[in-house]
């Protein structure tokens, strides 16, 4: 793979543990890898890759540890890699004329991670994810008394509320699940939506932050039922972006 260098810099990518807020009362046992990977695949993501197809990574030296990890990028928005790669073109053009945007699952994302963990290797992946959202995040954060400061990682979008202080559930199949949003927007237009048809009801609704690494080790981690039932929802506009790549038949950027 290749070295990008300044990479993390460019990305803001922590090598650390990611801290925010968490899921509360979970017993110590883990969901299924097969049902981890369920939850995640729906979610399209973006990488950078060079020429081979190998994603670009960065060298970086974590405190404490005399050996360096090597981290690639996924961005949640395929504008922010679009960015990026703009940005890459005035820094180092003859790198940028070899790499491009590739969308991937969260899941493949995922699996990459635990077969590098299982062969001892040292590459890592770091979520990059949308500014806008991160200050939204922040700002339900501040306004509910919670240290902003406190905040890592990609934010994801729950509501919660009614006469039990429950989790919104939507129906999806047969089932009823926990909808997670990865965009606060499209959550706050499905609430608006459901409050014309039911104003009593949603007009207590409010909406909490966790974020996606918090989540996917619980889901690792812990069997709950809660964790069950949660799904995740994409932003729109990456779900219009692969389902164009779908109807024109193309597979990159």
Do not use: H, W
Not at 22 to 31: C, F, G, P, T, V
């Amino acid at each position: 793979m290749k070295s990008l260098v300044r990479l993390s810099a460019v990305l803001g990518i922590v090598a650390s543990t990611l801290i925010g807020p968490s899921l509360k009362d979970m017993s110590a046992l883990a969901l299924p890898e097969k049902e981890v990977l369920q939850k995640l695949t729906p979610v399209p993501v973006f990488t950078i890759t060079d020429q081979n197809g190998s994603p670009l990574v960065a060298s970086i030296k974590r405190e404490g540890n005399d050996d360096n990890s090597s981290v690639a990028g996924v961005f949640i928005s395929k504008s922010d890699a679009d960015a990026f790669v703009n940005k890459l073109k005035g820094e180092n053009p003859d790198l940028a004329a070899t790499v491009k945007v590739v969308p991937v699952s969260l899941g493949e994302v995922y699996e990459m991670s635990q077969s590098t963990q299982q062969n001892g290797q040292k590459l890592q992946f770091a979520y990059v994810p949308i500014k806008r959202q991160v200050e939204s995040a922040k700002a339900l954060l501040e306004k509910s008394g919670q240290d902003v400061n406190q905040f890592n990682g990609v934010p994801l979008f729950i509501a919660k509320g009614g006469p039990d202080d429950g989790y919104l559930t939507i129906q999806r199949g047969e089932k009823q699940v926990i909808p997670m949003f990865f965009n606060k927007e499209d959550l706050q237009g499905m609430l608006e939506r459901a409050k014309t048809q039911q104003p009593d009801v949603f007009s207590s609704v409010k909406i909490e932050v966790v974020n996606l690494e918090g989540v996917i080790n619980a889901l690792e981690n812990d069997d709950d039922p809660f964790l069950e039932k949660i799904i995740f929802i994409p932003p729109r506009e990456s779900l219009e972006f692969v389902q164009k790549l779908k109807q024109s038949g193309n597979s990159g950027n």
